[in-house]
């Protein structure tokens, strides 16, 4: 049998009257878990640092339904970008609805290798508290329960991504302010991470840690060494998993033909090159 929200959601939603605005505390909320384990309960001020060992988290809600085809598509970068950024803090909870029409919320998690937990918002009780719009819908709460982040849209689209990986950006800063308080992870070593999707075509993201603060240059060429696009070329700081998107246009801001290019950065002294190949 289905269990309920705890109580605390009962009244949020009647004294409650519309979706949160950015910038207004989040009051806690719960809801069951359908993956990867049915009927636990989640709740959002577990992820408070008094109630969390001190270990402050970003929570990211991804709202969908499955049975809209851009939630599926999306899926998967969903599941990358929280790979890429959970060792700096991030939380990432898929928040689901409209179930067996074209997937269970098992099947879901398996389909689209989630790793993350996925509530069942069948009743919308969730979604309700951050839009009175269509999914997929993109949620960010920071360490204090704030929220920084609300906006409808996917982040398959390029400038959607930016503006979403933006204010993801500032809120891990306010995380690394934190680290010696709460002893969150910065990186060993600096590293050039494998761009997603690879390949790709027309957008794809290019990820790298920094294990201190220095100066990062990321370059696309061809294969004939020749410089298609400077990408990064600034002072950044350390224990942040930095990324950029490149659009497939060269420095005049004209598209490339497809095929395989290289891109490579330079951290400090640290430098790496890795390819990927532009569909067209």
Excluded at 198 to 206: A, E, K, L, S
Excluded at 219 to 248: A, P
Excluded at 259 to 277: A, E, H, N, P, S
Aim: charged letters at 20%; hydrophobic letters at 35%.
């Amino acid at each position: 049998m289905r269990k309920t929200l705890i109580p605390s959601l009962f009244i949020l939603s009647i004294l409650f009257s519309g979706p949160y605005e950015v910038g207004a505390l989040v009051e806690d909320f719960s809801g069951e878990k359908c993956f990867p384990e049915n009927g636990d309960e989640w709740s959002l001020y577990d992820y408070l640092n008094e109630n969390n060992e001190g270990n402050s988290q970003i929570i990211w809600l991804v709202l969908f339904d499955a049975d809209n085809f851009t939630s599926r598509t999306e899926a998967p970068l969903t599941e990358f970008l929280y790979n890429l950024y959970k060792e700096q803090g991030l939380t990432v909870v898929g928040v689901g609805a409209s179930w067996e029409r074209s997937y269970s919320c098992r099947a879901w998690g398996e389909e689209f290798d989630i790793t993350y937990p996925i509530l069942d918002d069948s009743q919308l009780d969730i979604r309700s508290l951050f839009t009175e719009g269509n999914p997929p819908h993109h949620v960010l709460i920071n360490y204090d329960m704030r929220l920084v982040y609300s906006q409808s849209g996917t982040v398959l689209d390029a400038d959607f991504l930016a503006d979403f990986q933006d204010e993801l950006t500032v809120a891990l800063d306010e995380l690394t302010m934190l680290s010696t308080r709460y002893n969150i992870t910065i990186p060993k070593s600096p590293q050039l991470n494998q761009c997603y999707p690879n390949p790709f075509n027309p957008t794809t993201t290019i990820s790298y840690n920094l294990s201190k603060d220095a100066h990062v240059s990321l370059m696309i060429y061809d294969l004939k060494g020749r410089q298609i696009k400077q990408l990064v070329h600034t002072r950044q700081e350390r224990g942040l998993n930095r990324s950029v998107v490149w659009n497939g246009l060269d420095s005049q801001n004209k598209p490339v033909s497809g095929g395989i290019y290289l891109y490579r950065i330079q951290i400090g002294d640290y430098f790496d090159t890795q390819k990927m190949v532009l569909l067209k």
